[in-house]
């Protein structure tokens, strides 16, 4: 079942690693620290040994909401304890991709990214949170049936009873495209699936409530010119209506793909097609949304009867009532109400506190209430003026920028590239106050090891901040574009970052100057301090350059795709290779002489504070005895792209999904 087991492929984290190296080299750079040089850089090539068996245990894991309390780990991780190591946290529930009602208004559906949250609509607490393995794209309630759709990344579909409890058909999509929305008929017989391909699926469901479920294609209709964004059945299940941005609205017969009728879309004054728009549920009506003015037609004919606007605020998001009596549109401030008998306002709401756009916008069934999400979800009555909003429902919209523990393994730290950084403490996980920095459009962020900072890359200049209070401490220029990969120094006195023009810069904190760069032949792609502060790693494509950083030369190179130091800084991991060989080498820091080699695939990589067991994220999470390679424990990993991380005290083992998710690993 989808809900319960990942099924990521091991080939796609080393296409995506592979994809994002370059070549590195030598150079130059003054620094307060010692260490001898060798006379020419060296590239250590790892020997084979035999791979390990590596045996995965799927399990079964509840995500843990904010303000849960988690059982917290007795003694550090270590190979003596395997049979008590599992998953204990999750916290985050993922982007939110779609949202809709229940029938009986009781629960507001949110997919995610991560699976499906259940809210309680009167309290808009999380009944419950579904897990998936495969990003949710789009979910239907069915108005004639107890029914419900969900269709997926990956193009498959299914249909549940409307409580999730039981599972009633799957079909699976070979065109493996995104299910982008959904509609059901109203007699609960007939299901439309757009998908990103720019296509159609008409389905028909037969035996729901007998026999054998299953989910048939009728039909598949392509050639729109762009996705299929709003479509609906009519009242007799005879016709279905489609709209895609800059095209006519077609009329199909069920189960036809040729065009029965097509009715021309108005354009606004500027001669723009509308941004989104939106069917009535009797089939009357048809509302474009052009951002600064909605143009209302009738489906009879086409005919513009009403135009509402202009705005002072683009509308992003626009919706009708089940009943068809009301129609609702929002902007990044305020929700607008209609009468769709002659369209005449009557109701205005505020979105407080939040400068986001709406995304979703929902009515109940009964038209008694509405639904937004901008930054987190919010329902308004209609009779009322303030609306009640989801607590601890830990959304975090963009890509993760950094993660780390806490120094006192208190918590944890998530930075996001849209300038959200958030603490989870521990044993509840309830979100602290966070900050909100300004919006860099930035490249890459750096938590610094003790918490206390964080660095953005924008362009040709860094960006220092206090996690504190969100005050900033540096703006330090760079040599032309700088990349996103950089670091904070062990003792947070220095900054450094790969640059675009084929250097690495380093930053001095104190003074906010550059201190030096390191030349190099080519672009690398992220950079990594040593514990002690002595080296610095540059990863590139395929090969790990060492400098030293008293004098900036090269100490050596290894062949590599990632690469971590062990806490004491004796002893450096390296991964290298693809699924099919894909090997671990545990080197001498100072020397680069090899210690261990084994086989182990993953493109995330942490030594365990006292350095006896390395923990290899990918497709699977694999923990690994230092000592001969030897296979600890095998896990579903929820984030294959994600960094790994041991806390400073050894119990936990932690790392952050790409949708601001995070995960915690130890013993039980």
Known sequence: MRFTHLNYTRILISLTLSASLLLAGCGSLPMPTAFATHAAPQIVIPTGTLRPTETTTPTEVSSVMQGTPVPMPPQPISAAGADKFKRLVSWGMGIPQAMTWSKDGSIVLVGTTSGLIFFDASSLTVKRFIESSIAVRSVAYSSGGPQLAVGFQDGSIEVWDANHTKLLAHLNKSSGQPVIALTFSLDGNDLGASLWNKSVAQLGISDIFGGTPRVANKNSIYGFSSPVTAMIYDSTNNYMYTFQSGA????????????????????????????????????????????????????????????????????????????????????????????????????????PNTSQPVQFLAFSWDGKAVAAFSDTLRVWQLNADKPIEAKNSA???????????????????????????????????????????????????????????????????????????????????????????????????????????????????????????????????????????????????????????????????????????????????????????????????????????????????ALSPDGKLLAVGGASLVVLQTSDGKVVKSLENPAPFGPLLFSPDGKWLGTAGWDGRVFLWGEE
């Open 248 to 351: 006519p609205i077609n009329i199909f017969k069920t189960g036809k793909a040729s065009k029965y009728k097509q009715l021309n879309v108005a354009n606004d004054d500027s001669g723009k097609p509308p941004i989104n728009a939106a069917f009535s549920h009797d089939q009357n009506w048809f509302a474009a949304n052009f951002g600064s003015s909605i143009h209302i037609q009738r489906l009879s004919d086409g005919a513009v009867t009403n135009t509402l606007g202009p705005f002072a605020d683009a509308m992003t998001a626009i919706t009708f009532s089940g009943d068809s009596t009301m129609l609702a549109a929002a902007s990044n401030s305020s929700i607008n109400v209609w009468q769709t008998n002659g369209f005449t306002a009557v109701k205005n709401f505020a979105i």
């Open 395 to 605: 959304f975090i919209s963009g890509y993760r920028g950094a993660f780390n523990f806490t120094h006192d393994s208190a918590g944890v730290m998530v930075a996001q590239l849209d300038g959200s950084v958030r603490t989870y403490k521990m044993p509840d996980g309830a979100p602290q106050a966070g900050l909100k920095l300004p919006d860099l459009n930035s490249k890459g962020m750096a938590l610094s090891p003790d918490g206390s900072m964080v660095a953005a890359i924008s362009g040709n200049k860094a960006y220092v901040w206090k996690t504190s209070d969100g005050q900033q401490v540096a703006e330090m220029d760079g040599q032309r574009a700088m990349n996103g990969g950089l670091a904070f120094s062990p003792d947070g006195k220095y900054l450094a970052a790969p640059g675009l023009d084929k250097t690495i810069v380093v930053w001095r904190l104190s003074d906010q100057t550059i201190l030096g760069t390191v030349p190099c032949p080519d672009i690398a792609w992220k950079v990594a301090f040593s514990p002690d502060g002595a080296l610095l790693a540059a990863i590139t494509n395929g090969v790990i350059s060492i400098f030293q950083l008293s004098d900036g030369k090269m100490r050596y190179q290894v062949n590599g795709y990632s690469v971590t130091f062990s806490a004491d800084g004796k002893t450096m991991a390296v991964s290298f290779g693809n699924a099919d060989s894909a090997r671990i080498t545990l080197y001498n820091s100072a020397d680069g002489k090899v210690k261990n080699d084994f086989a182990a695939d993953g493109g995330s990589l």
